[in-house]
């Protein structure tokens, strides 16, 4: 399938009608923060909603450890400033996952390979 959505951090395949979003980032067991994966899903959503032709989305990987713990606990990163601005970041970030997911006009299916923490869990039923 021609035109996919440039991804970062994920891999995209496309097979009779299905689309398999790969996050790719194990080396920081896929966390969505300090990574391009929330873009690239959200990238993912839009191509599908726009009129690629896909009936489903399966979304699979080692899959996710959520926010940075660490960055987190040193404030620092997605976590830095005061609660407001960290609050601004959540809402521009993090949760357009969840919001996207609720726009999406195919059903998505996951294939959780290992933890899904935190926000790596929105996909669990």
């Known amino acids: 399938m021609t035109n996919l959505p440039k991804l970062i951090d994920s891999k995209l395949e496309v097979s009779d009608r299905v689309a398999m979003l790969v996050l790719d980032r194990d080396d920081v067991r896929n966390e969505l923060t300090g990574t391009a994966l929330i873009d690239d899903i959200l990238r993912t959503v839009d191509?599908?909603?726009?009129?690629?032709?896909?009936?489903?989305?399966?979304?699979?990987?080692?899959?996710?450890?959520?926010?940075?713990?660490?960055?987190?606990?040193?404030?620092?990163?997605?976590?830095?400033?005061d609660v407001f601005e960290v609050q601004e970041r959540y809402r521009r970030g993090i949760q357009q996952i969840a919001l996207s997911m609720h726009r999406l006009e195919v059903p998505v299916v996951s294939a959780v390979n290992g933890a899904a923490i935190?926000?790596?869990?929105?996909?669990r039923p």
Do not use: P, Q
């Open 118 to 123: 935190g926000a790596g869990s929105i996909w």
């Open 47 to 81: 191509w599908i909603n726009g009129g690629a032709a896909v009936s489903v989305l399966a979304i699979t990987g080692a899959f996710s450890a959520g926010g940075n713990v660490k960055d987190m606990g040193h404030r620092r990163g997605s976590f830095a400033g």
